[in-house]
């Protein structure tokens, strides 16, 4: 993938945009796309990229125009129906002078306008600028892979792949937290888009295209979900158990051959020893040639550590196998980095070993791996699944005693689970039971658990959020149909918007991706794939408590059963231990003094004072509440981001080499 930016006038008494402004766009986005730099400017608009050649190494250079050089388009993603798309289009008359997919875009927006997207199968934030009609396009990914930022400031919008380019390209911009995105995230651990973390920098939504013109804004949805209707016997998905199995597999197939053929550099895959990396890497070898890459996180610490079920899977593979070991002071050291890269709080500290392993990645000459995201969100793979159906269970008749029994059946992966205390975890998963039918239910024991760590927020933090219900504000912008589905497809709809968009694509997946200049490709993120989830019956994906069953049943013939078997273990690693060692970084101590908070003024000194002394002392046997964990990396991670975008700014470059360079506007030539 790449890195876009822009600069568009949104008045006739606004400045062109600056060159060196969209040059400085460019170069804070250089580890997104290391390869080439472009930049087009007109009088009203001006567009920046940072290339990592992926497809059609030799011509696919960005800002790319038309064949009249009206319209001009920056791109980050791809396209993996371009080639079906093409044949289309030249149908129609259209002509090509390049082999990339960035091209097939700009016809299919002429051919079709806003309903090109629907026809787009990939991953994308894409920006389209039409000069004569002076029109700016953009438009994101069904689910938010790539990211698009946007900032409206004295009569310009700035957009760009990351905050930090839209920085970089203003000193005047001002640079402070929204404390509503602060709520959010310490809410849903993650911001909801539009929301975003700094005041006056939104994203534009997954899955809708954004048109400004003449004035005026136009912001439409080109995709919505479409899950089955509860008590209506009839699901989209006509098929028996078993059809869905051979359904799945062909889609996941033909995904994840789209995905490993459709490049034009080796693709490797992410292998974690669960299911989900395992059949993707599985159909992957199969479209790999003679060589095929696969790269593993292990851990020091065994509680997080997979590695007898990574290396079961590689010697089924043959696949020529790389791993990096993370220890806690690996966590810590790297972390300032990563939250550079995030741009936003976090309240756990998996994507720093996610980062690692793309640096691995990299390190080997591998520019593209696929991925298992996401098929926990289409195939309700997670606990907070298995947790709603219980709860539910149990809300329908809230005296029973046995009811509440399966509660014991999840987390058995955690060593502190929440479970394994009977009078305690009927308490804390007992609360709001009567709620069972209500929007949200599901997640209402989380985010009301993460809620809590409100009470470390400032006073003056406190009073900007008084009276704001961010919980209340999402579930009263619902799907207009979301009361009409099954549970299980309003827990999912729910976990898809906030968690996956906001935090495991994002975070977790393109931020410690490109970070180190390495694409991630996600076949259960597919156009088709992501249909046929949704029209599945919630029986063929929940069967009573065992989890994503279709795809266990489509992977039966190519992934181990210990595999197939195993408990459900989610991805994690270690959390306020990283933090705590004898060892520590000192930036620790800098980003936690007094000083630095008072500055900050998002938490209260004090309060977070006792934390780090609570954790300290906890750190020698590293009994850490879920509560203290998340408090002390959300609060060390919030200091980080004031420190890098808030106290100091974003300066990108205006020295490096540019290969397009387009300059159309009046100055360039008078001269």
Same mark, same amino acid.
């Given at each position: 993938?790449?890195?876009?930016?822009?600069?568009?006038?949104?008045?006739?008494?606004?400045?062109?945009?600056?060159?060196?402004?969209?040059?400085?766009?460019a170069?804070?986005?250089?580890?997104?796309?290391?390869d080439?730099?472009?930049?087009y400017?007109?009088?009203?608009a001006g567009?920046?990229?940072?290339?990592?050649?992926?497809?059609?190494?030799?011509?696919?250079?960005?800002?790319?125009?038309?064949?009249?050089?009206?319209?001009? #388009? !920056?791109?980050?993603?791809? /396209? *993996?129906?371009? %080639?079906?798309?093409? +044949?289309?289009?030249?149908?129609?008359?259209?002509?090509?002078?390049?082999?990339?997919?960035?091209?097939?875009?700009?016809?299919?927006?002429?051919?079709?306008?806003?309903?090109?997207?629907e026809?787009?199968?990939?991953?994308?934030?894409?920006a389209?600028?039409?000069?004569?009609?002076?029109?700016?396009?953009?438009?994101?990914?069904?689910v938010?892979?790539?990211?698009?930022?946007?900032?409206?400031?004295?009569g310009?919008?700035?957009?760009?792949?990351?905050?930090?380019?839209?920085f970089?390209?203003?000193?005047?911009?001002?640079?402070a937290f929204?404390?509503?995105g602060?709520?959010?995230?310490?809410?849903?651990?993650? #911001? !909801?888009?539009p929301?975003? /973390? *700094?005041?006056? %920098?939104?994203?534009? +939504?997954?899955?809708?295209?954004r048109?400004?013109?003449?004035?005026?804004?136009?912001?439409?949805?080109?995709?919505?979900?479409?899950?089955p209707?509860?008590g209506?016997?009839?699901?989209?998905?006509?098929?028996?158990?078993?059809d869905?199995?051979?359904?799945?597999?062909?889609?996941?197939?033909?995904?994840?051959?789209?995905?490993?053929?459709?490049?034009?550099?080796?693709?490797?895959s992410?292998?974690?020893?669960g299911?989900?990396?395992?059949?993707?890497?599985?159909?992957?070898?199969?479209?790999?040639g003679?060589?095929?890459?696969?790269?593993?996180?292990?851990?020091?610490?065994?509680?997080?550590?997979?590695t007898?079920y990574q290396?079961?899977?590689?010697?089924?593979?043959?696949?020529?196998?790389? +791993?990096?070991?993370?220890?806690?002071?690996?966590?810590?050291?790297?972390?300032?980095?990563?939250?550079?890269?995030?741009?936003?709080?976090?309240?756990?500290?998996?994507?720093a070993?996610?980062?690692?392993?793309?640096?691995?990645?990299?390190?080997?000459?591998?520019?593209?791996?696929?991925?298992?995201e996401?098929?926990?969100?289409?195939?309700?793979g997670?606990?907070?699944?298995?947790e709603?159906?219980?709860r539910?269970?149990w809300?329908?008749?809230?005296?029973?005693?046995?009811?509440p029994?399966?509660?014991?059946?999840?987390?058995?992966?955690?060593?502190?689970?929440p479970?394994?205390?009977?009078?305690?975890?009927?308490?804390?998963?007992?609360r709001?039971?009567?709620?069972?039918?209500?929007?949200?239910?599901?997640?209402?024991?989380?985010?009301h658990?993460?809620?809590?760590?409100?009470r470390?927020?400032?006073?003056d933090?406190?009073a900007?959020?008084?009276?704001?219900?961010?919980?209340?504000?999402?579930?009263?912008?619902?799907?207009?149909?979301?009361?009409?589905?099954?549970?299980?497809?309003?827990?999912q709809?729910?976990?898809?918007?906030?968690?996956?968009s906001?935090?495991?694509l994002?975070?977790?997946?393109?931020?410690?991706?490109?970070?180190?200049?390495?694409e991630?490709?996600?076949?259960?993120?597919?156009?088709?794939?992501?249909?046929?989830?949704?029209?599945?019956?919630?029986?063929?994906?929940?069967?009573?408590?065992?989890e994503?069953?279709?795809?266990?049943?489509?992977?039966?013939?190519?992934v181990?059963?210990?595999?197939?078997?195993?408990?459900?273990?989610?991805?994690?690693?270690?959390?306020?231990?990283?933090?705590?060692?004898?060892?520590?970084?000192?930036?620790?101590d800098?980003v936690?003094?007094?000083?630095?908070?008072?500055?900050?003024?998002?938490?209260?000194?004090?309060?977070?004072?006792?934390?780090?002394?609570?954790?300290?002392?906890?750190?020698?046997?590293g009994?850490?509440?879920?509560?203290?964990?998340?408090?002390?990396?959300?609060?060390?991670?919030t200091?980080?981001l004031?420190?890098?975008?808030?106290?100091?700014?974003?300066?990108?470059?205006?020295?490096?080499?540019?290969?397009?360079d387009?300059?159309?506007?009046?100055?360039?030539?008078?001269?």
């Amino acid at each position: 993938m790449c890195g876009i930016a822009g600069i568009v006038s949104l008045s006739s008494k606004a400045a062109p945009p600056n060159r060196e402004a969209l040059v400085r766009m460019a170069s804070t986005l250089s580890h997104r796309g290391p390869d080439e730099f472009g930049v087009y400017r007109d009088d009203h608009a001006g567009l920046a990229h940072s290339r990592l050649s992926i497809i059609d190494l030799s011509t696919g250079q960005q800002p790319m125009a038309d064949e009249n050089g009206t319209s001009w #388009i !920056v791109f980050n993603g791809e /396209v *993996f129906n371009y %080639v079906e798309l093409r +044949e289309e289009l030249v149908a129609l008359g259209h002509r090509f002078r390049t082999s990339s997919d960035t091209e097939v875009i700009l016809h299919a927006y002429r051919a079709w306008g806003d309903a090109a997207f629907e026809r787009m199968n990939g991953q994308w934030a894409v920006a389209i600028w039409d000069s004569v009609a002076q029109r700016l396009v953009l438009s994101r990914d069904r689910v938010g892979i790539c990211p698009l930022h946007i900032c409206e400031y004295a009569g310009h919008l700035y957009f760009a792949s990351e905050v930090k380019a839209i920085f970089a390209a203003n000193a005047d911009i001002p640079r402070a937290f929204d404390p509503v995105g602060l709520s959010q995230t310490f809410t849903f651990w993650t #911001i !909801v888009p539009p929301q975003g /973390v *700094f005041q006056g %920098v939104t994203e534009i +939504e997954p899955g809708h295209v954004r048109t400004y013109e003449n004035g005026t804004v136009r912001d439409r949805a080109y995709w919505t979900p479409a899950y089955p209707v509860a008590g209506n016997r009839h699901s989209k998905f006509q098929g028996s158990l078993e059809d869905a199995v051979v359904e799945v597999r062909k889609a996941l197939e033909n995904a994840t051959s789209l995905r490993m053929l459709r490049a034009d550099v080796p693709v490797g895959s992410y292998l974690s020893g669960g299911l989900d990396s395992s059949l993707v890497a599985a159909m992957g070898r199969r479209f790999a040639g003679n060589r095929f890459q696969t790269f593993s996180l292990r851990f020091e610490d065994a509680e997080y550590d997979e590695t007898e079920y990574q290396r079961l899977m590689v010697n089924g593979l043959g696949s020529e196998h790389h +791993e990096v070991v993370v220890s806690r002071s690996d966590i810590a050291n790297v972390f300032p980095e990563v939250i550079y890269h995030t741009e936003r709080p976090i309240l756990r500290t998996a994507p720093a070993p996610l980062f690692l392993l793309s640096k691995l990645v990299r390190n080997h000459g591998v520019k593209v791996v696929l991925t298992g995201e996401g098929a926990d969100e289409m195939f309700a793979g997670y606990d907070i699944f298995r947790e709603g159906k219980v709860r539910r269970f149990w809300g329908r008749q809230p005296a029973s005693e046995w009811r509440p029994r399966l509660l014991e059946r999840l987390y058995p992966y955690l060593a502190r689970s929440p479970v394994s205390q009977q009078a305690m975890a009927r308490q804390f998963f007992g609360r709001n039971i009567a709620a069972h039918r209500s929007p949200g239910f599901a997640h209402d024991t989380r985010w009301h658990t993460t809620s809590a760590l409100k009470r470390l927020l400032s006073r003056d933090m406190q009073a900007s959020i008084a009276g704001r219900d961010v919980i209340g504000d999402l579930l009263g912008n619902l799907h207009p149909d979301f009361a009409q589905w099954t549970s299980l497809a309003q827990d999912q709809h729910l976990e898809i918007r906030t968690l996956l968009s906001g935090y495991l694509l994002s975070s977790q997946g393109d931020r410690m991706l490109l970070g180190n200049s390495v694409e991630g490709r996600f076949p259960f993120l597919d156009k088709d794939v992501i249909a046929l989830a949704d029209s599945l019956p919630a029986s063929y994906k929940l069967r009573a408590l065992d989890e994503k069953h279709v795809v266990k049943r489509a992977a039966a013939d190519v992934v181990p059963h210990e595999i197939i078997s195993r408990k459900k273990q989610p991805y994690r690693a270690p959390d306020a231990l990283s933090f705590v060692t004898d060892d520590a970084p000192e930036y620790i101590d800098e980003v936690l003094s007094e000083s630095a908070l008072s500055e900050a003024n998002v938490f209260d000194p004090q309060a977070v004072v006792q934390l780090l002394r609570k954790c300290r002392a906890r750190g020698k046997d590293g009994q850490f509440s879920n509560t203290d964990n998340m408090a002390l990396v959300g609060v060390l991670s919030t200091q980080l981001l004031h420190r890098q975008f808030i106290a100091s700014r974003p300066q990108g470059s205006d020295s490096i080499e540019v290969l397009t360079d387009i300059d159309r506007s009046s100055t360039a030539r008078k001269t």
